[in-house]
């Protein structure tokens, strides 16, 4: 028998405007989202509406563990916004004791008054998309925010949990904007650790196709950092991070000890999750499912989307949660990596086929054991921090290469 899944992913599409770097499902509203008495604006009603009645369609509830309002920017939200959603959650599905319930929040879209409100709603752990400390990086990245919005935003978020109104929190910054040199990323380091954040995520910059950057890429205007400047970007990450006592649990994420974040290690490892909202994918138990990108679709869907028919849609327990080579592409992103054996014996290899694939694929991956990329410990498999973490893309090439070969 299946187990429901004990983590929710919640997606608010909403943003002020989008940024030149992003191909996310958003919601462009404008600066100026209009709130009445606290109850935001009939676009972001409406389609709370939709979600909590797709919440709600769900039938197999468990107690979740885990909750993470993700966007978009969820901040746009009025805090009595955030506690309905969490409330529903309560309502219907429980939350366990010590559950982890974390919100993206964007500089210069809260106030400290909202963020007491989002605490009171429920929200224990927050995710600050800081981006950068540089205002003209900001401003060429399309943020709305600048240099003050943040350091008020790290300030209220540090005092909170100093004072022990939430558990953790993290500041998200990307390495290789287009402008940023060396010293510039150095600063960027620095001035997050001012504020103590518990959590650093720094996220690598991609150019995703429809987005500005790759319009101004195309057309010769935009230049990135090149492999060598990425690089050494890469290597005082690390430095600067490992001195001041972050460990790299995964190949974006840094933490201090205790505050890793417990909601994306269930993507890491593969377990089931739900996930409500324009756009969102989830993976209770079975084969992925993605919803409508668009809002009048997502909305026919949710008026359509018979109950039995989503579950039925949902419950295939014949289907592994992910694909072998997706497992091992998630496995080797965190620290302590993956065992390849044991992941083979779960695809329901006997022990001749395994022995058979396992040789085929270090075969394929001599090198990167050689150069010291990949490492091992017995048949468990990691990359090695920082090279082999830096350098991942070839290893899990590779292996994709491996996969498609044995198939
Ligand atoms: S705030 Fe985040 S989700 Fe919204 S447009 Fe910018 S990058 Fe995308």
């Known amino acids: 028998m299946f187990k429901a899944p004990r983590s929710a992913y919640i997606h608010i599409p909403f943003c002020h405007r989008r940024c030149f770097y992003c191909d996310f499902t958003v919601i ?72 982890e319930i974390t919100m993206e929040i964007d500089p210069a879209s809260f106030n400290k008054n909202d963020l007491i409100g989002f605490i009171r709603a429920g929200v224990n752990r927050f995710s600050l998309g800081a981006q950068s400390f540089n205002n003209n990086l900001l401003e060429k990245a399309g943020r709305r925010h600048g240099l003050k919005d943040i350091e008020n935003s790290c300030l209220w978020l540090r005092d909170a949990k100093k004072n022990g109104l939430i558990r953790s929190w993290s500041l998200d ?71 001041s006592g972050y460990s790299r649990y995964e190949i974006s994420n840094y933490s201090l000890p205790g505050h890793q974040s417990r909601h994306n290690r269930v993507y890491w490892k593969g377990l089931g999750w739900w996930s409500f909202g324009q756009g969102s994918t989830s993976s209770p138990w079975g084969s992925k499912f993605t919803r409508p990108k668009l809002s009048k679709d997502y909305k026919k869907w949710v008026i359509n989307q018979c109950e039995i028919k989503l579950e039925d849609s949902l419950i295939n327990t014949e289907i592994p949660y992910l694909d072998l080579d997706e497992k091992i592409m998630l496995g ?76």
Request: glycine share 8%; charged share 25%.
């Open 28 to 99: 462009p509203l404008g600066d100026k989202i209009e709130s009445i008495d606290g109850f935001g604006s009939k676009t972001i009603n409406e389609y709370l509406f939709f979600l909590q009645k797709e919440i709600l369609s769900i039938k197999h509830k468990s107690p979740l563990s885990t909750i993470y309002i993700g966007g978009g920017t969820p901040s746009v939200l009025d805090p009595a916004q955030i506690k309905d959603l969490i409330n529903v959650f309560e309502s219907n599905y429980g939350i366990d004791n010590g559950a």
């Open 173 to 243: 910054l990307i390495q290789d904007l287009p402008g940023s040199k060396l010293d510039l990323w150095k600063s960027d380091l620095e001035k997050a650790l001012i504020f103590q954040p518990p959590h650093i995520s720094i996220y690598d910059l991609n150019i995703e196709d429809g987005t500005v950057f790759k319009r101004l890429i195309e057309l010769g205007k935009l230049t990135l950092p090149s492999d060598e400047e990425s690089f050494l970007n890469s290597e005082i990450t690390n430095l600067i991070l490992k001195n």
């Open 332 to 407: 080797l992103r965190v620290k302590e990596g993956i065992n390849l054996k044991k992941l083979f014996i779960e695809q329901g290899w006997d022990e001749a086929k395994s022995e058979i694939n396992l040789g085929k694929l270090l075969k394929t991956w001599k090198k990167y054991r050689e150069n010291g990329t990949l490492c091992n410990q017995g048949d468990r498999f990691f990359l090695s921090d920082p090279i082999g973490m830096d350098l991942s893309n070839q290893v899990l090439i590779d292996m994709f290469k491996w996969w498609d070969d044995i198939n």
